[in-house]
């Protein structure tokens, strides 16, 4: 930010010092040592104040932790909803003729449930919008699967290549190799 006689010059735009008119492209086109040889000073822009407008109406002005929470109870209960309805056919097609559900796929609706619950509690657990900020904007929030185990493969000892071989037979044809019944290739 540029400075000048207690005031902020903006790039691009025309100003006055002195009684001398400066075009809005000097600032662009002159040196610091010109800026600073009329009295320019450059500072640092101030910095901002900012807030998480899901939470707060303004910097240390939160929003209603009680609306809050049923808000973000619903969003939990709308994300286990989406992640429940490709599998739902599952449970119609036993409501309507009792085909049986895989048990995969009991296990993992059960597990969207788990989830579900485990976070909604979480989330009425808080007493206050920077605890439940806090908890919404973190991992747990939004993990929905079972971590990942990754086993690493046994090593299994180098073996020396196999010599190919490889055969043609002919039958009752010839081929242009001969007429020999089979050719073997090292």
């Known amino acids: 930010?540029?400075?000048l006689d207690g005031k902020t010059l903006q790039y691009d735009r025309a100003f006055t010092h002195n009684g001398m008119?400066?075009?809005?492209?000097?600032?662009?086109?002159?040196?610091?040592?010109?800026?600073q040889a009329i009295g320019i000073t450059e500072v640092p822009d101030p910095v901002r104040p900012t807030w998480d407008q899901r939470f707060y109406w303004g910097v240390?002005?939160?929003k209603d932790h009680a609306g809050l929470v049923d808000l973000w109870v619903s969003k939990v209960k709308e994300i286990?909803?989406?992640l429940l309805a490709p599998s739902d056919w599952y449970v119609t097609r036993n409501a309507e003729n009792g085909s049986a559900i895989p048990?995969?796929?009991?296990?993992?609706?059960?597990?969207?449930?788990t989830y579900s619950n485990t976070k909604e509690t979480a989330i009425r657990d808080t007493t206050t919008t920077a605890e439940l900020a806090a908890y919404v904007t973190s991992a747990a929030f939004f993990e929905w699967e079972p971590p990942?185990?990754?086993e690493e493969p046994a090593e299994e000892p180098a073996e020396e290549p196999a010599e190919e071989v490889v055969e043609f037979s002919s039958s009752s044809t010839t081929s242009n190799f001969g007429s020999?019944?089979?050719?073997i290739f090292e």
């Open 1 to 3: 930010m540029l400075i």
């Open 148 to 150: 990942v185990v990754v």
């Open 180 to 183: 020999s019944d089979s050719l």
């Open 60 to 62: 240390d002005n939160p």
């Open 80 to 82: 286990a909803g989406s």
């Open 103 to 113: 048990q995969g796929v009991l296990d993992r609706r059960a597990e969207i449930r």
């Open 21 to 35: 008119s400066y075009p809005a492209n000097w600032l662009r086109l002159t040196t610091l040592e010109e800026k």
